[in-house]
Structures are given as C-alpha cells and as structure tokens.
C-alpha cells in the first residue's frame, strides 16, 4: 500500500498552465481508470476534482483535466488563477487489497 | 443538503481508545460505501477503511488493521470507527467520507491527539 509518487510541488503564473504527474504501478494507476484528484486548502476538507481518469463533477471548471498514460495520470491546470493555489492529491483504486490509496501530494503556487 | 458531522475527537493517552461517530443527514444513507479519511498534522491524506451500503464488506489500511473497526447503524444514519491500541503516528484529522475512491461529500474532520 505504497503512496502514488508525485512532485512536491509545481507553479506557474497567472494564466499559465501546471501538469501534475501522479506514478504507480500495474495494481493501480496503470491498471484500472479508477484515478482521481483532490484539491485541498488549508485547514479544509478535500475537494473532489477529477474522478475515473477524466471527468470533472458538476461545478469544476473545464480548466481542469486529466489523462492518464501507462502507470502514470496527470493533472493538468489551464488558465492558473489564484484560487487555484492549494495542495492536489491522486488517488486510485488499487488490487494490492481492493481498497484505495493517495499521491504523496503536490502544492501548486501561483507566482 | 448533504452534511457529514463527526464527532468524538480528542486527546487519549497511547494505547487507548476512542470511538468516532458521523452523523449523515440529506441523503439515502444505506445507499452509499461510507469511508473514514485520515491526515496527519503537515501530511498527506490515507484512507483509513470503508463499509458497504449493508455493511457486509469492509477494508481497510494496513497501518490499523486488527486495531480499527468501521461499523454503521443505517438505522441512525450513522457511521462509527472504533479505534484502540493507539499510537502517536494515529494522531490526524478523521474525515467521514460519503462514497469511496471519488468521494464528492466530506466532513469538516474531528481531531484525534495521542499523547501522554
């Protein structure tokens, strides 16, 4: 039950656009499309913004997309907006024990 | 409107227990897998486990296996973890979470301290 990998952090400017990467394993990230993506501020609960690789719930911007290629997905932000700043967590359905398991987590700054 | 409200943190001493509770409102709650999240002070988040809409089927991490028990009352719409043995690395925000993996609707989180 090993944490996805992903960067520390990444940032762009206003306008720009930021990639997050989010690696696993066969058991996981590569073998099923049951990844997904949280944002997080500080001293709240997590946001649900991508599910089953690249569907965003009702509500989240088209701003934010994902993909996925082999063990690893990703998390693209077009468009950075200063709301924008705030920790993002993969997660995904993992076989190891039919249950679940976060990315390492990635800050985003907004310069 | 959905709402998650836990309840039941606090500061315990290490190896002993505590029991959570979630109270579910604005929704059909033996509809859904309820999870319990957890995140340390300046970490990442874990799932901890989760249970089935019957309550039949439960996972959970490996961290607090054999030490962590997840149970509902869908009587009272509500959602328990009973927790013992614990230790300095279980102190942590415990979120209740509606759903599992993709989870729209979380709780505001009650704080677990373990500590002499």
């Known amino acids: 039950q090993s944490a996805l990998t992903q960067p520390p952090s990444a940032s762009g400017s206003p306008g720009q656009s930021v990639t997050i990467s989010c690696t696993g394993t066969?058991?996981?990230?590569?073998?099923?499309?049951?990844v997904s993506w949280y944002q997080q501020h500080p001293g709240k609960a997590p946001k649900l913004m991508i599910y089953e690789v690249n569907k965003r719930p009702s509500g989240v911007p088209d701003r934010f997309s994902g993909s996925k290629s082999g063990n690893t997905a990703s998390l693209t932000v077009s468009g950075l907006q200063a709301e924008d700043e705030a920790d993002y967590y993969c997660n995904s359905y993992t076989d190891s024990n039919d249950f679940y398991v976060f990315g390492t987590g990635t800050k985003v700054t907004v310069l | 409107e959905v709402q998650l409200v836990e309840s039941g943190g606090g500061l315990v001493q290490p190896g002993g227990s505590l029991r959570l509770s979630c109270a579910a409102s604005g929704f059909v709650f033996d509809g859904y897998w309820m999870s319990w999240v957890r995140q340390a002070p300046g970490k990442g988040l874990e799932w901890v486990a989760n249970i089935k809409q019957d309550g039949t089927k439960t996972h959970y991490v490996d961290a607090v296996k054999d030490r962590f028990t997840i149970s509902r009352d869908n009587a009272k719409n509500s959602l328990y973890l009973q927790m013992s043995s614990l230790r300095g690395d279980d102190t942590a925000v415990y979120f209740c979470v509606r759903g599992t993996g993709s989870a729209v609707y979380w709780g505001q989180g009650t704080l677990v301290t373990v500590s002499s």
């Open positions: 066969s058991s996981d990230v590569g073998g099923y499309d049951y």
